[in-house]
C-alpha cells in the first residue's frame, strides 16, 4: 500500500512569490491535515481537511490556504511568501477524524526555502 | 499554560536502561492519545495510540495513560541507539465548538540512547 506522497520534495523561491504544494493521501484514507515544521516552533497546525470540506484551522494568516479534491488529494497553497515562510511543510492523511481513525501517516514533507 | 507539554530533553539514558517520557495536557474532554518518533531529518511516525486509561504494551513501548491527571507517559525498554529521536506527544482534544476534535501536540522530547 503506498504511502502518503508529497510533491515537490524541495523547492527555492524568492520573497513575494507563491507556491502551491500538492499531497496525495493513503488510498482509503480522507482526512488529510497539514503542518508548518521550523526548529524553534516544532509542528505547528495549519488546516485540515475531511471529504474535501476544512474541518479545522490554525493560527496562520490568510495567505496560508488549502483545497481537498473529490479523490481525497489535496494542495496547499501560501502566496506573498516571506523569508519567514522558509520551512518543511507536512502533509498527513487518517482514515476519518476520530477515535483510532485519528492516527496520522505523514508524507516526507516538502522543503521550501524562500530568499 | 500550554495545551501539551513534554520536556524538551534531552534525556540522555545508556543503551538497556528504560527511557521514560512525559506529556500533560489541559483538555480535560481529550479523547484520544498519540505518540510519534521522528528522526532527525525525517517525518514523524506514530508508535503508540491509546485511549483508555492504564496500559498498552506494544513491543519494548508502554504507554501510560491516567486521564484525572491528565498526563501520558511512554516507556521504552531496553533502550537502543536506534531509538534516538525526538518524541512527539499528540492529544486529540474534546469536540466543542471551533475545535472539532483538532490534534495538539507537544513540541516533543529529544531522547538520546548512549552506547
Given at each position: 500500500?503506498?504511502?502518503?506522497?508529497?510533491?515537490?520534495?524541495?523547492?527555492?523561491?524568492?520573497?513575494?512569490?507563491?507556491?502551491?504544494?500538492s499531497c496525495s493521501p493513503i488510498s482509503g484514507h480522507r482526512s488529510v491535515s497539514w503542518y508548518q515544521q521550523t526548529p524553534g516552533q516544532g509542528l505547528q497546525f495549519l488546516f485540515e481537511y475531511f471529504s474535501e470540506t476544512q474541518r479545522n484551522k490554525g493560527?496562520?494568516?490568510?495567505?496560508?490556504?488549502?483545497r481537498q479534491f473529490s479523490n481525497s488529494r489535496s494542495e496547499m497553497n501560501v502566496s506573498t511568501l516571506e523569508l519567514g515562510d522558509?520551512?518543511?511543510?507536512?502533509?498527513?492523511?487518517?482514515l476519518q477524524t476520530s477515535g483510532s481513525s485519528r492516527e496520522l501517516f505523514f508524507g516526507e514533507g516538502s522543503r521550501l526555502t524562500v530568499l | 499554560q500550554k495545551e501539551v507539554e513534554q520536556n524538551s530533553g534531552p534525556l540522555s539514558v545508556p543503551e538497556g536502561a528504560?527511557?521514560?517520557?512525559n506529556c500533560t495536557y489541559s483538555d480535560r474532554g481529550s479523547q484520544s492519545f498519540f505518540w510519534y518518533r521522528q528522526y532527525s531529518g525525517k517525518s514523524p511516525e506514530l508508535i503508540m495510540?491509546?485511549?483508555?486509561?492504564?496500559?498498552?504494551?506494544d513491543g519494548r513501548f508502554t504507554a501510560q495513560?491516567?486521564?484525572?491527571?491528565?498526563?501520558?507517559?511512554?516507556l521504552i525498554r531496553d533502550s537502543q541507539p536506534?531509538?534516538?529521536?525526538?518524541?512527539?506527544?499528540?492529544?486529540?482534544?474534546?469536540?466543542y465548538a471551533g475545535n472539532n476534535?483538532?490534534?495538539?501536540?507537544g513540541l516533543g522530547t529529544s531522547l538520546a540512547v548512549n552506547p
Open positions: 500500500k503506498a504511502g502518503v506522497t508529497q510533491t515537490p520534495r524541495y523547492l527555492i523561491k524568492t520573497r513575494g512569490q507563491q507556491v502551491t504544494l493560527n496562520f494568516p490568510g495567505r496560508f490556504s488549502g522558509s520551512a518543511l511543510y507536512l502533509c498527513a492523511s487518517s | 528504560i527511557a521514560s517520557l495510540s491509546i485511549y483508555s486509561n492504564g496500559d498498552k504494551e495513560l491516567n486521564k484525572a491527571s491528565q498526563y501520558v507517559s511512554l536506534s531509538d534516538s529521536a525526538t518524541y512527539l506527544c499528540a492529544v486529540a482534544g474534546g469536540l476534535r483538532k490534534l495538539i501536540w
